[in-house]
């Protein structure tokens, strides 16, 4: 039988307990009497502090989209600073930000989030991703000197959040295959910060030079080609004129 605990430590270890199954099992695979037993509680605690299931839910990926208290700084830093250091100010945060959850349970429940949403995602979308998302189009469209609803931003976006999080998110495949990568970077922290701001820079060049140099070429074609084929039709018509006015 588990110590009594105030009010406080009792939302806390249950909030901790959801949050962990949750993160391993999805929301419809955790019950109620699960987290009681995790968590060390009653199980008339969830709904006391809670009301439900989903209220307990929409809690955990509240707390899970707190940003970490040592990230913070250096989102304001970024955008005040000169582009390219600003960028890299803005590896920094998504470096510190991810490794401060590491393999912990608010970061896998986000990603288990995005990967199968709930029916409180917009809440996470609006409360953490779409803040996020906007902050750091404006300091890659900075750094690259692009518009930071463009196409190739945004490319460069998900390249930075994809690399950053594989430092930290240790998968089953990366851990396989590219362990030694990982604990390599996650040792060489500002060797890391450079090679990811260079790797995000580049993402957005090359989608500019491939598929937005294609999406322009598939725009023009169809003019280029009802262009082409008006000519011969005009030269005719002058051609047919002129014949007609001979034959008179």
């Known amino acids: 039988m588990s110590e009594p605990r105030d009010s406080k430590a009792t939302r806390r270890a249950i909030i901790e307990a959801a949050g962990r199954l949750f993160a391993q099992r999805g929301f419809s695979g955790v019950t109620a009497r699960q987290v ?53 100010t803005a590896v920094r945060w998504a470096i510190v930000d991810t490794s401060a959850a590491g393999t912990s349970w608010p970061t896998r429940l986000l990603f288990r989030e995005d990967l199968d949403p709930s029916p409180v995602f917009k809440e996470v979308l609006r409360i953490k991703i779409v803040p996020e998302w906007n902050w750091l189009c404006r300091v890659i469209a900075r750094a690259s000197g692009r ?31 590219a362990a030694d990568v990982v604990e390599s970077m996650a040792r060489a922290r500002e060797a890391s910060i450079e090679c990811i701001s260079r790797l995000t820079l580049d993402a957005v060049a090359t989608y ?18 009802r262009s082409a084929g008006a000519k011969p039709t005009a030269r005719g018509g002058r051609a047919g004129a002129a014949a007609k006015g001979g034959k008179s």
Do not use: W
Request: aromatic residues 4%.
């Open 208 to 225: 500019a030079a491939t598929i937005g140099a294609e999406k322009n070429a598939r725009r023009t074609a169809p003019a280029a080609k």
């Open 36 to 88: 009681a037993s995790e968590a060390g509680v009653a199980l008339s605690a969830i709904p006391y502090h809670f009301g439900s299931m989903d209220g307990l839910y929409r809690e955990a990926l509240v707390i899970a989209c707190q940003v970490s208290p040592e990230a913070i700084p250096l989102a304001a830093r970024a955008i005040a600073e000169e582009p390219d250091v600003g960028l890299r």
């Open 147 to 177: 518009a930071p609803d463009s196409p190739e931003v945004k490319f460069g976006v998900i390249a930075m959040y994809n690399v950053t999080a594989a430092l930290h998110i240790r998968t089953g495949m990366i851990d396989h295959l």
